[in-house]
């Protein structure tokens, strides 16, 4: 069984900062692609950041410059660095991941962590 868990979400002022971590664990033999993605209320998921296993990056243009993911392969553990947040960063943000186990090739989601920016 694989699972992703994430941490660090919570409740910050505007212009402050916050670390996402998402740990994989279970069977993995390869660990692909992970992403970032969050979903604010009542809108859909949209995506973050990824990083493949090489460490290349892409980001979402909302968030370029102020948002660095980062992984530690050692660890299975993704990483998303926020700053400069804004009030719109609010939601629920969660961790996906490409990858290969015992039971085959896989896409799990971590349950989320919530992050509130106040003004």
């Known amino acids: 069984q694989v699972q992703l868990v994430e941490s660090g979400g919570g409740l910050v002022q505007a212009g402050e900062s916050l670390r996402l971590s998402c740990a994989a664990s279970?069977?993995?033999?390869?660990?692909?692609?992970m992403g970032w993605y969050r979903q604010a209320p009542g809108k859909q998921r949209e995506w973050v950041a990824t990083?493949?296993?090489?460490?290349?990056?892409n980001y979402a243009d909302s968030v370029k410059g102020r948002f660095t993911i980062s992984r530690d392969n050692a660890k299975n553990t993704v990483y998303l660095q926020m700053n400069s947040l804004k009030p719109d960063d609010t939601a629920v943000y969660h961790c996906?991941?490409?990858?290969?186990?015992?039971?085959?090739?896989?896409?799990?989601w971590g349950q989320g962590t919530l992050v509130t920016v106040s003004s």
């Open positions: 996906n991941a490409v990858l290969f186990s015992a039971g085959g090739y896989l896409e799990p």
């Open positions: 990083i493949t296993s090489g460490g290349r990056t």
């Open positions: 279970g069977s993995i033999f390869s660990l692909n692609v």
